[in-house]
Every structure is written in C-alpha cells, then in structure tokens.
C-alpha cells in the first residue's frame, strides 16, 4: 500500500528570484580536493508536499564528510535527474556546492542536457557557483561521435575543474555509448576532462582499456549501483560513484585486508537485495540513519505528487536484520 501526497504550491518569489540571479562569473581555479575515493551519487530528497527538501540535501553533504567520502555528485541518475525541474537543479547545485565548501567533499555538479545548448546553460550556471568538479552524460539528442566529442569539447572550453563523464544516459537505453578511443583523444585535449563514470558494457573490457590509458585518463570510476566494486578494486580503479559503505570497502582494501573487504562487500549485496525485494528500502535507512525526515520519492508517482512507501512489519524486520550485518562497517 502507498499514500499519494499531493504536492502543494510551488517555490516561493523569493527562492525564485534567488535562483534565477546566478553570481557573477568565478574564477575556474582547479580544486584542491582530489578526485579519487569514494563519491557518491547523491539522492534527492523529498518532503511529504512532493518539493525537494533542500534542508536535507544539504545534510547529505554533511553525512558524507563524517563518513569519509571524497566527494558527492548531484543530479544524475540515481539523483533523479529526470524527475527535477530546471529550477530545482539550480538551487540545488547551489546548495550541493554551499553545503560541501567547509568540508573535504568535493562537490560534483551534474550539468548534462539532451543538446549542447542546454548543457552549457547549466555549465555556465554550475561554474558561477565554483563547484570542485562537473559531470555530464553525453547528449540524448546528439548521439553520434562527432556530437560527443563537440558537445564534451564545448563543457572543457568553458570550466577547466576536473570533468567527470559518464558513458551512459539516464533514460535513454540503448543510447550510443562514448567510445573508449573517444574519452581519451577528449583528455589528450583537455586534460582535466580526463575523469571517467563507466558503467556501460562490456563493463570489464571497458574498465580494462581506460585503467591501460592513465595518462592522458586520470580517473576511472566505477558505478552501476557498485555492483561491481570488489572486482574493480582489483582492476586498480580510481574509485566508485556509490554510497557511504564504500568507504570501508576501499580502506580495508588498500589497507591489505581484503577478505573483510570481501565481507563488507557482501553485506552491501545483501542490502542492495533487499532493496530490489523491498522497493523503498534506500529511503528508510537514510531516515533511519537521521539524513532525511521523509523517504517520499517521486518515481512511480503522477506529475506533481509523491510515493511513501508503507513498508510491512515483517519488510521492516527483514531490512533491520540486513543493516545490523553492515553496521559494524559504518563510521555513521
């Protein structure tokens, strides 16, 4: 059973005004913070009225620094990119790059558009705002090589931070993917386009190639939910783009410990099950864990309105009895 929340009124005049007024240009100064580790997707969260709150998107931040992480990437896809207004992206890359300034999170804003126009419109927004770093996927609308390779070319032009691309679109399956030779002649020109998010198959093979290209390529990263991370650890991958557990997963292994590496990763498997039988399980350890108030989400609702999941005694008993097997490995 669900509830269906009606969302109530939109951003106030004020937040508007604020969002719509981009600061003056910044400098583009490289970041001191490095691009390596952990750095999680960021989910967006929600209030019951179906807004984006704010409020804990930037405790999200806040989170991930006593966690250990490297640094947050926000919206992509498992930050609902699709499900948010152009407005809301904006405010909220203000309130990712506010929220991880005084900490050692290095914010990642996610500037992608179906064409390159509409990317740079978001670049040039999210470089006002003198983020650590940008991501983008490539251009829904532009799929081709020569697209690509214009539309990359264009986001390098305008920022010179560290630049993360990811090798997939969200919403778009079967969408050509960059091809390994792509990435690299992008990076021999614009070496701080050089940071890949790879997650399309042939993943390995793929993963391999970037790994043999470090330099020009600075960064491989994994992703796809870290389904794969132990492997890629071994692979000598930069680092992962998923939650908070993999901080302990790449201490412990770069430390030489790695069958309680191999034991953290397999209770992450086992949550991230429970999330596939427990749809809603995410959102619940999050508000369990004191980083949202709410675990309403917008997927699966009509436009406008929220999901909040009902979870059955017995699926909370069942995600209580999964999370105590990872909370050894959990610094918060």
Known sequence: MTHIITRRGTLSLMASAAMLAAPAAAQSAPTMKPMRGVMPIVVTPYRPDAAVDFEDLARQMVFYDKCGCTGAAWPQGNGDVLWLSREERRQGMKVIADACRPTKVASVLGVQGATKAEMLDYARYAESLQPDALIAMPPAAEQSEAGYHDYFAALATLSKRPIFLQTTISGAPGALAPSVELMVQLAREFPHLAYIKEETQPLVARMKAEVRQRPPLKGVFGATGGDGWLYELRLGLDGEMY?????AIWNLYQSGKREQAADAFSKLLLMKNCEAQIPGTERYIFKKRGVFKSTAQRRGAPMGKVIIP???????????????TLKPYLTV
């Open 243 to 247: 939650g908070d557990v993999m901080v």
């Open 310 to 324: 009902e979870l059955a005694p017995d699926a909370i008993a069942e995600i209580e009895f999964r999370f105590a």
